[in-house]
């Protein structure tokens, strides 16, 4: 016997065919004389599944620098059975379009059906970015002048991150959009920034100490120290405990030793 499947155009000396487009065939079977029997339930129709598609891509870039915090969700339609997802090219699958806790790089992006018909997204590769990293580039202070006062200065500069840079200098507890702090009293300071992701650094150099002079204290002798009298002159000398100008009130004298009357 001869087979044919488009309608006796052409014929084949065995009844497999194989390697088939999708469409309508007309079977037929000849035996050597040329008789030709048609297929009752002609034609036999050669269906395909609708293809694999990805229908939509949605990602998130990394919120701050060295973190593993991306996402890429994708979508898809068609194919047969179950879909299974990549974001490797195909090396390996999973059978949701979700992909979290992803680190910055590119990635390529794949769905494939139970036929293991695949496709490729179109714009591959997708890739997930993350900010600069946030650096404090340099910490100045100014101690206080006096002792017991508050006029030191803190300056943080920084760079990087995303968005506006706050600063603070308690560990965190409370920012500022600028990065002068002025008006402290001595003490240590935990220098530390963060971005509009609320990514942090901390000041390598911590804690920040701003110092004061020590106290001063003043000690005056008279001489004589005893009782005087009216008209004499006593001579009043004053020290110091660290080296210092004195001017003496309310008769405006200076140096450390002065003459009065009595």
Do not use: R
């Amino acid at each position: 016997h001869q087979y044919s499947i488009d309608g006796g155009d052409t014929w084949q000396s065995e009844g497999y065919f194989e390697m088939l487009a999708p469409g309508d065939y007309e079977v037929a079977v000849k035996d050597e004389n040329d008789c030709v029997t048609f297929y009752a339930d002609n034609p036999v129709t050669i269906t395909e599944p609708p293809q694999v598609d990805i229908t939509g891509v949605g990602f998130e870039n990394i919120t701050c620098y060295g973190a593993q915090d991306g996402m890429i969700e994708i979508t898809a339609g068609g194919g047969t059975g179950d879909l299974m997802y990549s974001i490797d090219g195909g090396a390996t699958w999973q059978d949701e379009g979700l992909f979290e806790d992803l680190s910055a790089g590119e990635y390529n992006l794949a769905v494939k059906d139970a036929n293991d018909c695949m496709v490729m997204w179109e714009d591959n590769p997708l890739m997930i970015e993350e900010p600069d990293e946030l650096l404090i580039n340099d910490v100045e202070s100014i101690d206080i002048t006096c002792n017991g006062g508050s006029d030191g200065t803190i300056t943080i500069t920084a760079e990087g991150g995303t968005g506006m840079i706050e600063y603070s200098i308690d560990g965190g507890d409370t920012w500022q959009s600028n990065g002068e702090f002025t008006g402290l009293q001595a003490g240590d300071y935990d220098v530390m920034v963060k971005d509009a992701n609320d990514c942090q650094s901390e000041y390598g150099g911590n804690p920040v100490e701003l110092t004061e002079p020590e106290a001063i204290t003043v000690d005056i002798s008279a001489d004589p120290d005893t009782e005087v009298c009216a008209g004499q002159t006593i001579v009043l000398e004053a020290t110091a405990s660290v080296e210092a100008d004195f001017t003496w009130e309310p008769t405006g004298q200076s140096g450390s030793t002065i003459e009065v009357d009595s």
